[in-house]
């Protein structure tokens, strides 16, 4: 998925106002509307990064969006783009996307079926709902690279988690670990990924590393989380040092959850469009290339669609990021 807007950058000239809430233990983000572009626009609700949160773990990025009726909204049509320094996460709760990549990749993204795609120095690629899809829902997510690696090669996994059943939960993890399941997917950093399904009150305790923090980005029912209660499109951060998360469903019907972790990511970070860097000169220099359709991020095969142009540049020096000091 593109990153359409500018209001996340952070520059010399300005920055954003919002902000989460903290409630006790958890503090509470809230995500903004962002039309993803055209007269058609699919709306997504953005939740990281935010002027109070940039990342949860290396979890920088966290788009959540539908149910949409896509013969209403015209569902998901990102042409060709390209991403430097992250993997992009594609998880779905309904509906299917079609993706191509500069590697020659061709998927189709289905429910409960992780696409991972590691950018690295430099991969673009496309993505555009099925025609089979009448309800798009899921979410978007992006992982920042560490520097020692955010000039590895690009790559792209696909792997579909077995369920996990306890205590009234259905959980997959599609990158980590959790409630004994291990996912294979390889990852730069310690990560933890998964979809958690409540039944309706059930409760679920959740042994997790202390080393990591985590963020429950909630789809579906109120969720009670460390005594906060988490609404739909609300993320509740959790700081490290808990060694079991509980969650309780308050609701009489399902609930549904993403769950995200891994431990501080304490590197600075300069996000832009779809570039991930360290500088501003980083961000300039991917940006040249993607317009000089250099061979660093390759052709995407098989796409009707002309790729996307890059956005101008802001008139300041954007600036490097980090969350606040804790």
């Known amino acids: 998925m593109s990153r359409t807007e500018a209001e996340t950058v952070e520059t010399h000239g ?11 233990e958890v503090e509470i983000l809230t995500p903004r509307d962002v039309p993803l572009g055209g007269p058609r626009a699919m709306t997504v609700r953005r939740t990281l990064p935010q002027r109070s949160r940039t990342l949860i773990g290396a979890w920088c990025f966290a788009d959540h969006y539908g149910p949409d009726d896509v013969a209403r909204t015209g569902g998901m049509r990102v042409p060709p783009h390209p991403h430097t320094g992250l993997q992009t996460v594609s998880w779905l709760f309904s509906g299917e996307i079609e993706h191509r990549d500069s590697l020659g990749s061709h ?7 992780l696409n991972l795609m590691t950018g690295g120095h430099g991969i673009s690629h496309s993505e555009f709902s099925t025609a089979r899809t009448s309800v798009l829902h899921g979410v978007q997510l992006w992982v920042a690279l560490p520097a020692e690696h955010r000039h590895t090669a690009r790559d792209f996994r696909h792997h579909v ?17 959790l409630a004994g399941s291990v996912s294979p997917v390889p990852v730069f950093s310690p990560l933890l990924g998964a979809e958690i399904a409540l039944a309706p009150h059930a409760s679920v305790t959740l042994a997790v590393d202390p080393a990591f923090e985590h963020g429950l980005l909630v789809d579906q029912g109120d969720v009670r989380l ?40 304490e590197e ?23 317009e000089d359709a250099s061979d660093r991020f390759g052709v995407v095969e098989g796409c009707p669609a002309d790729r996307l142009p890059a956005p101008a540049l802001p008139h300041a020096t954007i600036r490097p990021r980090r969350n606040p000091s804790r």
């Open 14 to 24: 300005g920055t954003r106002q919002d902000g989460g809430q903290t409630d006790g």
């Open 107 to 113: 998927a189709v993204v289905r429910p409960g079926e």
């Open 161 to 177: 988690p077995e369920p996990v059943r306890t205590d009234g939960a259905e959980i997959r993890v599609f990158l980590g670990e």
């Open 226 to 265: 460390a005594g906060t209660v988490l609404r739909p499109a609300e993320l509740g951060y959790v700081r490290p040092g808990h060694g079991a998360l509980t969650l309780r469903n308050e609701s009489a019907g399902p609930a549904l959850t993403v769950l995200l972790g891994g431990t501080p990511f």
């Open 268 to 290: 600075e970070i300069v996000m832009w469009w779809n570039f991930v860097g360290r500088s501003h000169d980083d961000i300039v220099r991917a940006r040249r290339d993607w």
